[in-house]
């Protein structure tokens, strides 16, 4: 079985441009999370999905994230404008219905210059 | 909210030896707690889980013991492998919480051959 597939798996962009991060889940889990890492802040939950709808998008950092999820297999996450400082490994990870255990992407290496 | 700490965050140990690493957690309430391997440029992935109404869990050279009344849980690693050098997570979560994951920072164990 495929695990959670995110694209690209690299993304070097300048600062100012519009960068769209791509998740698709597990086939039949219905729960999705993006999550952020950096050496100085670890692992950060950005938003949560529960049946394509978001749950709890407190984690976003500011308005320029956005998150969607148009149907049970695709989410994006979105950048506009990017930042130096969202340089970051990006993960999208995914839950069963009714289950704990949350299964993690590749990740997204994110480099803003 | 609830917060994790993970100590060390780094751990060096020679093949044969085991290794453990200890997390505590903030809120009671919280009642699952998974440990993530992270190998460089790849995603976190679960290597072994507790809930809140169990104290030991084993498999095979990993084990993971949770004291509730303490609020802390601690993974343990017996007969270390070069193979086991990684970044190790735990993390905790509430079910009315969605089963939101709280990661602790993350310990860094280097196994030398």
């Known amino acids: 079985d495929a695990g959670v597939i995110q694209s690209p798996r690299h993304e070097v962009t300048e600062m100012g441009q519009e960068v769209t991060l791509r998740c698709k889940p597990i086939?039949?889990?219905?729960?999705l999370f993006w999550y952020r890492q950096t050496m100085m802040r670890g692992l950060e939950l950005l938003i949560y999905?529960?049946?394509?709808?978001?749950?709890?998008d407190s984690g976003m950092p500011e308005d320029r994230f956005s998150a969607k999820m148009p149907n049970a297999s695709f989410s994006t996450l979105k950048i506009q404008p990017s930042e130096p400082r969202d340089s970051a490994v990006y993960f999208c990870?995914?839950?069963?219905?009714?289950?704990?255990?949350?299964?993690f992407g590749p990740g997204t290496r994110l480099l803003v210059l | 909210g609830e917060n994790v700490e993970q100590h060390p965050s780094t751990l060096s140990v020679q093949e044969g030896d085991s290794a453990v690493i200890k997390c505590t957690y903030s809120?009671?309430?919280?009642?699952?707690f998974p440990w993530y391997k992270q190998e460089l440029g790849k995603g976190p992935q679960l290597i072994i889980d507790?809930?809140?109404?169990?104290g030991e869990k084993k498999d095979q050279r990993i084990a993971v013991t949770l004291n509730k009344t303490a609020k802390h849980f601690s993974l343990h690693i017996t007969e270390t492998q070069p193979e086991d050098s990684a970044v190790y997570f735990c993390?905790?979560?509430?079910?009315?919480?969605?089963?939101?994951?709280?990661f602790g920072g993350g310990t860094r164990l280097m196994v030398k051959p």
């Open positions: 809120d009671s309430a919280s009642n699952y």
């Open positions: 507790i809930r809140s109404n169990v």
């Open positions: 086939s039949g889990h219905n729960s």
């Open positions: 990870a995914s839950r069963g219905r009714g289950k704990e255990t949350q299964y």
């Open positions: 993390a905790a979560s509430l079910n009315n919480a969605g089963n939101m994951l709280t």
């Open positions: 999905f529960n049946n394509n709808v978001p749950i709890d």
